[in-house]
């Protein structure tokens, strides 16, 4: 089993306020190089960060690593508009870092980076029969929601914030409309337009991967939330006919903006949901999963759902460890955390 | 555990006869590229071709991932000095391919290739407390008999090809230190001018990360035969003094030409030989290391350390199974090769 991260960054998820992935903006930068390095070697490498959320969530990057601890999985990391450099060993996708979705042009290069991941999908080995692929960029749900309206599609977004900043996504992407000259629904039918407008360099690299691997045969697994949702419907416009299946966490599912199986039908897309029963555990890690933080990101939800029957109970206690590990869960960051709990934030 | 494999290119290696590791020089430029590809998806992905030697003997690769399939083991592949494009995840060392060693200046980036390896070997997470690191190069075994000339240091070089070109191999080295102003032993010391003269890409990659690794505490495992011999006296020369081992395959330590008690002694490194017991297979690809070609490579030696007692069946079994995927052992194939024996070649 592959699981492919495609890491790279926007400006978008700069906008103050609309991202969880990271404590402030200037480390949020480094965000997906960390989490590719934790994803890969357990921890940080060069990259100066562990990503945890203002409140001390930490990255699901530390929750997929921790699955992979037990039960084993590949993984490639595609390098997709990376703004810091990583140790994590990656395949370049040559993609610039996204503009802010508020330019005219957010993706200069969205049908290079498209076609380079299609071919790099398609080279896949056919022994290689499933693939997932995940995600890691903060801002992602804003240009997910900024891509989906350029197609119109009505989906719903979620967030890495217990209280989602819809408004504020919202006005976002009515002003990345407006620098674009579109309205919604305009690129309906062209998707790789609708992402050099108003998406990111991670979509076109995830529908590329997934275009060349489904039009080799392999079945392909999206393993995120709302921002996968909104590279299924890239898919679709593009006219990629073949099975898809979303695997996302019970976090995601639980959002009451989000409705997976209105998107599962409209688009076509097998929807599977993980739960990891983080309620079981009073780590705070898992507790701040459970009051509806980070929620998805870094392919947590499909590598959730390689964990075989009976061992969930060994992941909740992999993640301790990871998380003792990238130094989340000492003394200092659980008073921070409750004063936190206790100011209401 | 983590295989480290330094991938990459020197025009040194067209020398007509010094290499077997491809059919043909026009094909020799992919071995590299492919090999990553073997030991990452199990079979070349965008690489055009399956690298084996003249006779049909499947590269050291194929032995490597059999190993990686029965046991398991993490894999990082470094591009160091890549001609041609991969598809398996590297981290990049921007690292030029490596000139004809008869040039004055064989690898002009050396000291900065050293650098960002030894950077990269101290930002690997001090949980990794064994590194294994492997490379494929052809032309190797030149370039470290090169290297080994500059800094006075006595060692003799295996071959890829049963009967050693090693009178060809002295000749390449006389010019290339002519054509550098050099006589033997002028590196002493300067073990990083030895490479920039005389030496590959890989070489500076393999020391750097070694180098940066041992500074950490890291213990060290240079997989192959000698061609990281060199290494491990560009190591010495460097001022290095941390406890190195040397792990290969018995069949370079079968080779007449290699004194690898000695060389332990002269440069303070641990010695491991491990033999897969190849003989106890009548499969063609095994025979043909029987027979004394390839030897060793793509960390061969290092990986078959790593199977535990009782499973290196199971490993020549699977050599079997990656063999038939990379289409070495079709009857065309075999038949190929009995027409080779019968000519004596």
Redesign the interface.
């Known amino acids: 089993m592959r699981v492919i991260l495609a890491a790279g960054t926007t400006e978008t998820g700069l906008v103050d306020g609309i991202s969880a992935a990271g404590a402030a903006p200037e480390v949020m930068v480094h965000t997906p190089a960390a989490d590719a390095e934790i994803l890969?070697?357990?921890?940080p490498?060069?990259a100066p960060v562990t990503p945890v959320s203002p409140t001390g969530c930490p990255t699901p990057a530390a929750i997929t690593r921790a699955v992979r601890e037990v039960v084993?999985f590949?993984v490639?990391?595609l390098a997709a508009g990376l703004a810091k450099p990583t140790?994590?060993?990656?395949?370049?996708l040559e993609a610039a870092p996204g503009a802010d979705i508020r330019e005219p042009v957010a993706v200069p290069d969205a049908e290079s980076i498209f076609e380079r991941a299609r071919?790099?999908g398609a080279?896949?080995?056919e022994?290689?029969d499933e693939l997932l692929i995940g995600e890691t960029i903060p801002g992602g749900t804003t240009t997910a929601l900024g891509v989906a309206t350029a197609l119109g599609e009505p989906i719903g977004v979620s967030s890495s914030l217990p209280a989602n900043p819809l408004e504020r996504k919202r006005a976002v992407v009515e002003r990345g409309l407006e620098a674009s000259g579109l309205e919604p629904g305009d690129c309906a039918g062209t998707p790789l337009e609708a992402i050099r407008t108003m998406g990111d360099p991670v979509q076109a690299a995830v529908a590329g991967v997934a275009a060349g691997a489904l039009d080799r045969g392999t079945r392909v697994t999206l393993a995120g939330g709302t921002q996968l949702v909104a590279v299924a419907a890239v898919l679709r416009h593009a006219g990629v006919s073949g099975r898809l299946r979303l695997t996302t966490t019970s976090f995601v599912a639980a959002d009451e903006g989000v409705d997976l199986e209105a998107v599962g039908d409209r688009l076509d897309l097998e929807i599977e949901v993980t739960d990891p029963a983080f309620e079981r555990s009073d780590h705070v890690s898992m507790a701040r999963y459970c009051a509806g933080e980070a929620k998805e990101g870094v392919g947590m939800g499909g590598a959730l759902s390689l964990v075989p029957d009976g061992r969930m109970g060994d992941v909740r206690e992999r993640i301790e460890t990871v998380c003792a590990?990238l130094g989340v869960d000492d003394d200092r960051t659980r008073t921070e955390l409750e004063t936190e709990d206790s100011r209401g934030s």
Chains 1, 2 share one sequence.
């Not at 140790?87 to 370049?92: G, I, K």
């Open positions: 890969v070697y357990g921890e490498a060069i084993g590949d490639t990391v140790a994590a060993p990656t395949v370049d071919e790099y080279s896949l080995p022994d290689e590990r």
